[in-house]
């Protein structure tokens, strides 16, 4: 018994080394990879076109619609948009394993004030950004560096940390 105790625990450390190791790839100090994705009116964005001079700070949010987390963190990042209109910074959300006409009509009935991309069944972003659970979010300085990176949504103190974040930033 005592043995199976002592695996299982050693198993669990193992796997939370394995997962924060996945994690590091993509945290703060970390590159952020480049994409291009259809927007939801047709036009691309490409992420690196953002980064030249001058540059503007990125929130990218990968969510999907029927994500429960994502969905109470869209009214903060609604916000936040409203918040840093007018500022060198750009919130984009990428939606993921959905069709494009239920991101659309997803969008349109949460009033989400920022640019959305599709990318279907996570193709482009979800394999670059290692994508295992979301919605994933993170914030990238005006060189294309990753400077925030998290996994979840855990209320108004994500976003503070968010906001916080944005702030430094722009200074």
């Known amino acids: 018994m005592k043995t199976k105790s002592i695996t299982v625990v050693a198993l669990v450390v193992l796997a939370g080394l394995v997962s924060s190791a996945v994690i590091a790839n993509l945290s703060a100090g970390t590159k952020a990879p480049n994409f291009s994705l259809p927007k939801l009116d047709g036009k691309t964005f490409t992420l690196k076109d953002n980064f030249k001079q001058p540059g503007k700070v990125v929130l990218l949010d990968i969510w999907a619609t029927w994500c429960g987390p994502c969905r109470s963190e869209i009214p903060y990042l609604i916000d936040l948009q409203k918040k840093y209109a007018g500022k060198p910074v750009m919130i984009v959300g990428v939606a993921i394993d959905e069709k494009?006409?239920?991101?659309?009509?997803?969008?349109?009935?949460?009033?989400?004030?920022?640019?959305?991309?599709?990318?279907?069944?996570?193709k482009a972003v979800g394999?670059?950004?290692?994508?295992?659970?979301?919605?994933?979010?993170?914030?990238i300085d005006k060189k294309g560096v990753i400077r925030f990176a998290h996994r979840g949504f855990g209320g108004a103190?994500?976003?503070?940390?968010?906001?916080?974040?944005?702030?430094?930033?722009?200074?």
């Open 100 to 122: 494009k006409e239920t991101v659309q009509s997803f969008v349109k009935k949460m009033k989400i004030n920022y640019t959305i991309c599709h990318d279907p069944n996570a």
């Open 127 to 139: 394999k670059s950004y290692d994508v295992q659970s979301i919605p994933a979010t993170y914030i």
């Open 157 to 171: 103190g994500d976003v503070a940390n968010m906001d916080r974040e944005i702030a430094s930033l722009l200074k």
